[in-house]
């Protein structure tokens, strides 16, 4: 029995190196096989379905080399124009970037022929949660991005971007955007500042203050001025710079953190031990 058992081992480890050539083999034709998504898309908009009213156009350029995919978003909405690149790793549950001005990490993976990319970005206390799986068609024409998102406590919600590839396109550098005043309505204090700067600058209030956005605005219509943070906010923001332009050179030295340091309202002394 001992011979025996030897035997049948050592043919085994005979057939080792077939067994993991054939392996190899098979790992390297599932990697091959998975689709390449590279190229510039456009939204077709007949054809997709979208919670998001605001958004009028988008452009989606996708570079894939080996395990590595950066995708590009262009969009155009009726509160402006923005741009977003975010790089991942096929095989990695920890890729860095951010979105809308949010700290944000994924996980990306191939699912039989379908990339599919989970996020979890923080806005303060709430967290935006995604699910994004990139599908494309067999003749490489159409590319579908089904979005699965929920902000926070709201109700989860599903977008369907149908993308058509277009043929010889360039992706030219995009223009300088526009200052905030025009793309934005109701502008009062910071009507020169780049409108893609807008959002990154009003999360950097709410963690100044740790509020969220309905601090000062009304949801969903931020034009309005119906909260009286607003217009406190607003004479802040004249104060802060007045005492930039004439104490440091215009520099922004002082700023909400300055005095608010996580506080709605600063504090004026020094808390007991």
Not at 141 to 160: N, S
Not at 165 to 185: D, G, H, Y
């Amino acid at each position: 029995m001992h011979w025996r058992y030897i035997t049948v081992n050592l043919s085994a480890m005979r057939l080792l190196p077939l067994l993991t050539f054939a392996l190899s083999a098979s790992l390297v034709l599932a990697q091959t096989s998975s689709p390449n998504l590279t190229g510039i898309w456009e939204l077709d908009m007949q054809k997709s379905r979208l919670t998001n009213a605001a958004l009028k156009s988008l452009l989606v350029k996708i570079d894939q080399n080996g395990a590595e995919i950066t995708t590009s978003f262009r969009a155009h909405t009726t509160a402006g124009d923005g741009e977003e690149t975010h790089k991942y790793r096929i095989g990695s549950d920890d890729n860095r970037n951010t979105t809308h001005g949010a700290p944000m990490k994924s996980s990306a993976r191939w699912d039989g022929d379908a990339l599919v990319v989970e996020s979890v970005a923080k806005f303060q206390d709430r967290e935006l949660h995604t699910n994004d799986r990139w599908t494309l068609s067999k003749d490489g024409k159409t590319l579908t991005f089904v979005e699965r998102h929920q902000f926070g406590a709201d109700a989860a919600e599903e977008d369907t971007f149908v993308l058509a590839k277009l043929v010889n396109a360039t992706w030219a550098p995009m223009q300088a955007p526009k200052p905030a005043r025009e793309a934005f309505k109701n502008i009062q204090v910071l009507v020169d500042l780049p409108s893609d700067r807008l959002m990154p600058v009003m999360m950097a209030f709410t963690k100044a203050l740790n509020v969220k956005c309905d601090h000062c605005h009304v949801p969903n219509e931020f034009d309005k001025d119906d909260k009286p943070a607003k217009a406190t906010a607003r004479m802040m923001l004249t104060m802060a710079n007045k005492i930039n332009t004439e104490n440091f050179n215009g520099h922004r030295d002082v700023t909400c953190w300055t005095c608010h340091r996580g506080n709605v309202k600063p504090e004026t002394a020094a808390k007991e031990n």
